[in-house]
């Protein structure tokens, strides 16, 4: 197993215990994006990252976070598959949990660009690689 590959895995096995709290593995200008079928938002540096995932959980209670599958793409980038869930705080709504996918570029031992995908098949689709079951369109 690669070091890249073991720092991922230390991440998340803080954030399946529900500590989001440690930003020991994130560059201090780490690139956050979380890519949405609606838009894009973006991150610079760590208060901003910060920042995004206040927003989130100011909406979203008792958040749960499980990786299911880590596959390396090549030397610097890691791919996991996940399942979340949570609760709107407003609503009180609580959708099934979804599968979904982080994709971890790592630089010298911390992650320089975290991409996060709330659609695994898209994050699949966007790294050129078919969704189990599904053809990748190969026409430009």
């Known amino acids: 197993m690669s070091s890249n590959l073991d720092l991922v895995r230390s991440i998340y096995a803080d954030w399946e215990r529900g500590n989001f709290r440690s930003t020991e593995w994130a560059d201090p200008e780490i ?3 979380s890519v949405s079928p609606l838009e894009t938002p973006r991150a610079k540096g760590l208060s901003e990252m910060a920042s995004f995932v206040r927003d989130v959980f100011s ?3 008792d ?3 499980v990786a299911e599958e880590y596959t ?3 030397a610097n980038r890691v791919l996991v598959l996940n399942r979340f869930s949570g609760r709107g705080r407003a609503s009180g709504v609580t959708p099934p949990p979804a599968r979904a996918a ?3 570029e790592i630089h010298n031992a911390t992650d320089t660009r975290l991409t996060l995908y709330p ?3 898209r994050a699949l689709t966007d790294l050129g690689r078919a969704p189990e079951g ?3 369109d190969q026409s430009d």
Do not use: H, N
């Open 72 to 74: 390396e793409l090549d």
């Open 59 to 61: 909406q979203i209670a």
């Open 102 to 104: 982080r994709v971890f």
């Open 31 to 33: 690139e956050f994006v």
């Open 63 to 65: 958040w749960s976070e």
């Open 119 to 121: 659609d695994g098949d």
């Open 134 to 136: 599904k053809a990748t």
